[in-house]
C-alpha cells in the first residue's frame, strides 16, 4: 500500500485500529508486506497495529492523534520500521484499558510478545500523553539492538521505556530525548 490516506477509524475502547496487518507472512525472499508513504489519522484507539506477521516494511508513514497508541507491534518478526512521524498521541483516563502500554511506538512493549529482527530507525514521535517509545527486552544484548538507531522522542510525558522488570538497557545509543 503506497499514497493512501486513512482518518477517522478505530472503534472506542477495543483494538479496532485504523489499520490491522495480522497473519501475514509472504512467501519468497522479495516479497514483503509494504506501507509507504500512507498517512492514517484520527483513530479511536490504536493508529496500526501489527501482530504475527513477518516480512513488515513501514517506511514514510505519518501516523497522528491515536487514542491507545499510534503504532503497535507483537508476535512479528523481520520487520523494518523506517523514517516514520508519529504525532500526538491521546491518553484516555477513564477507559477500559486495550493495552498494558500507551506509546507512540510501543514494539513488542507486553508481556507475552515474542519479536525479533526488528530494523527500528530514524523514527521520531512527537507529542504523547505517556510514553514515546515502549519495547521490552529480557535481555540488553548488543545484537537486539544494533539495527535500533537514530530514534528521536519529543514533547512526550516519558521518553523512552523497556518493560521488561529489572532489565535496564542503558548501553541503547544513538537514540534522543528533547523535552519529556
Known amino acids: 500500500m503506497t499514497g493512501v490516506e486513512m482518518k477517522n477509524l478505530g472503534q472506542y475502547d477495543?483494538?479496532?485500529?485504523?489499520?490491522?496487518?495480522?497473519?501475514?507472512?509472504?512467501?519468497?525472499?522479495?516479497?514483503?508486506?509494504?506501507?509507504?508513504?500512507?498517512?492514517?489519522?484520527?483513530?479511536?484507539?490504536?493508529?496500526?497495529?501489527?501482530?504475527?506477521?513477518?516480512?513488515?516494511?513501514?517506511?514514510?508513514?505519518?501516523?497522528?492523534?491515536?487514542?491507545?497508541?499510534?503504532?503497535?507491534?507483537?508476535?512479528s518478526h523481520d520487520f523494518n520500521i523506517s523514517n516514520n512521524l508519529t504525532v500526538f498521541l491521546n491518553k484516555r483516563p477513564f477507559t477500559i484499558k486495550t493495552s498494558e502500554v500507551t506509546a507512540q511506538y510501543a514494539i513488542c512493549s507486553e508481556k507475552d510478545h515474542s519479536c525479533s529482527n526488528i530494523i527500528f530507525k530514524d523514527n521520531i514521535a512527537a507529542g504523547s500523553e505517556d510514553w514515546g517509545i515502549a519495547f521490552k527486552y529480557e535481555s540488553c544484548e548488543a545484537t537486539v539492538y544494533e539495527q535500533w538507531s537514530n530514534n528521536t522522542v519529543f514533547a512526550a510525558d516519558h521518553g523512552i521505556t523497556n518493560g521488561a522488570v529489572g532489565v535496564n538497557c542503558s548501553d541503547i545509543s544513538h537514540q534522543s530525548v528533547f523535552f519529556s
Open 14 to 75: 477495543s483494538e479496532r485500529a485504523g489499520l490491522r496487518i495480522r497473519g501475514m507472512n509472504p512467501e519468497g525472499e522479495d516479497e514483503q508486506v509494504r506501507v509507504h508513504q500512507c498517512s492514517l489519522r484520527n483513530s479511536e484507539t490504536f493508529g496500526l497495529i501489527v501482530e504475527q506477521s513477518s516480512k513488515v516494511l513501514l517506511t514514510q508513514n505519518v501516523i497522528m492523534d491515536s487514542w491507545t497508541s499510534n503504532l503497535y507491534v507483537r508476535n
